[in-house]
Nanobody, 126 residues
């Protein structure tokens, strides 16, 4: 099991930027692919972005392509989500996820994923 702690959320105006962080502890960080999901009020949790253990492969939801960038620093056991040009529809609680492969993160229903952080709130005002 790996423990995940997100940070960096907040309130920002439309067009602004935020950078989320997710710090991992426990099992070997480099053995995990990592992902970001989000859940808006009254909606299902949805995939946002994922990155392979090496950082060489990334995947993004169509809704965030060109605006969000996922990266990882294996020396710091941390992943990041740089979010630019934020829009009100990006408002949600953002969750960090860790799984054994990027395929699991991108192809598995979120209800079957196992390693989650507590989430960090992102609110974008219009």
């Amino acid at each position: 099991q790996v423990q995940l702690v997100e940070s960096g959320g907040g309130l920002v105006q439309a067009g602004g930027s935020l950078r989320l962080s997710c710090a991992a502890s426990g099992r070997t960080f480099m053995s995990y692919a990592m992902g970001w999901f989000r859940q808006a009020p009254g909606k299902d949790r949805e995939f946002v972005a994922a990155i392979s253990w090496s950082g060489t492969n990334t995947h993004y939801a169509d809704s965030v392509k060109g605006r969000f960038t996922i990266t990882r620093d294996n020396a710091k056991d941390t992943i990041y989500l740089q979010m630019n040009d934020l829009q009100p529809e990006d408002t949600a609680v953002y969750y960090c996820n860790a799984e054994k492969s990027i395929i699991i993160i991108t192809k598995t229903d979120w209800t079957r994923l196992t390693n989650w952080g507590q989430g960090t709130q992102v609110t974008v005002s219009s």
